[in-house]
């Protein structure tokens, strides 16, 4: 980290959380921020669901959520860039404060509520996207929906031509009955809704599912059973949590979902019993902060990852650095590629 971003981190911590956010997006956009690129090399090239990769270190939905900041965040490090949450109406999201930082634990809890400009603003400005860029859309529903199910082939229907993958997102917990659409009943139906709008996109792009860290091993088993049968290119594992287990300070018991270093092994360990559940690529997310966590994701089961919370802590450049690093342990293992790493790890997290 430079000092610069030391310094204006340093600043930005002592603001409220949401403000610090916003002015954290703003100065990417008047080029306080890595400008080089992807990182990348041969060994960190990598295919995941047929999107080719420059590295397998993705930002995660949430950071730029009504994609304001695409061309400045196509200059960091990320290989992949995911945006949103979109719903098909503008919603402001749940009342203020709703962010909250756990230093002590490097992390943090947030109860948004799928707060957005709606799919038209966000669909305007992914079609001024920078080119060249990997950019996914995360579908959401709207809070007041009498159908959330069709809420994500809405989004898709409108917005899909002008990214590279979308995400169906059935497992923040806090828009009120979403995660019920996990269930295995429900969750076929939602899919296939989305399946045929992917169908009838003029090119029809690559579906992930990203899922809660807090299902049972039963719920994990259904997942990955009508995961399998969907026709779905990915699986995200995983989305934030409701447990508070080990957490510091006045701030733990807050509402909404957790996320950064108290989520590592939780959705680590989901993401290994994924693996053995389907052939589908994974994207590990959940407190990956360092060239390490990412490499133990990868060698847990995912094919790629992603991050948010650690840049919190850390800053922008951490991207990286962590493709940086995740380089330097594939080759000090003697694995010639990323997906050569995939999974060989696998039974340290079962």
Known sequence: MKALEQIGLTALRRLDPET?????????????????????????????????????????????????????????????????????????????????????????????GFNNDGMDAIAGRLAKRPQGAIIGLNLGANKDSTDKAADFATVLTRCGAE???????????????????????????????????????????????????????????????????????????????????????????????????????????????????TKLPIIGVGGVGSAEQAYQKIRAGASAVQLYTALVYRGISLAGEIAQGLDALLARDGFASVADAVGSGRGDWL
Do not use: C, W, Y
């Open 20 to 112: 610090a956010h916003g002015l954290a997006l703003k100065a990417l956009n008047t080029g306080l921020g890595p400008r080089g690129g992807p990182v990348t090399s041969a060994r960190l090239q990598t295919q995941v669901a047929g999107l080719d990769l420059p590295n397998p270190v993705g930002l995660a939905a949430g950071f730029d959520k009504n994609t304001t900041a695409l061309h400045a965040l196509a200059k960091t490090g990320f290989g992949f860039l995911e945006v949103g949450a979109a719903t098909p109406r503008p919603q402001p999201g749940n009342p203020k404060p709703r962010l909250f930082r756990l230093a002590q634990d490097q992390a943090a809890i947030n109860r948004f």
């Open 163 to 277: 990214v590279d993958f979308a995400t169906v997102n059935v497992s923040s917990p806090n828009t009120e009955k979403l995660r019920d659409l996990q269930g295995k009943a429900a969750l076929a139906a939602l899919l296939e809704g989305v399946m045929e709008a992917r169908a009838a996109l003029a090119h029809p792009i690559p579906i992930f599912l990203k899922i809660a860290p807090d299902l049972t091993d039963d719920e994990i088993a259904e997942v990955a059973e009508v995961a399998n049968a969907s026709g779905i290119a990915a699986i995200i594992a995983t989305n934030t949590t409701l447990d508070r287990k080990g957490l510091h300070g006045p701030l733990k018991a807050e509402a909404g979902g957790l996320s950064g270093q108290p989520l590592f092994e939780k959705s680590t360990r989901v993401l290994a019993q994924l693996s053995g559940l």
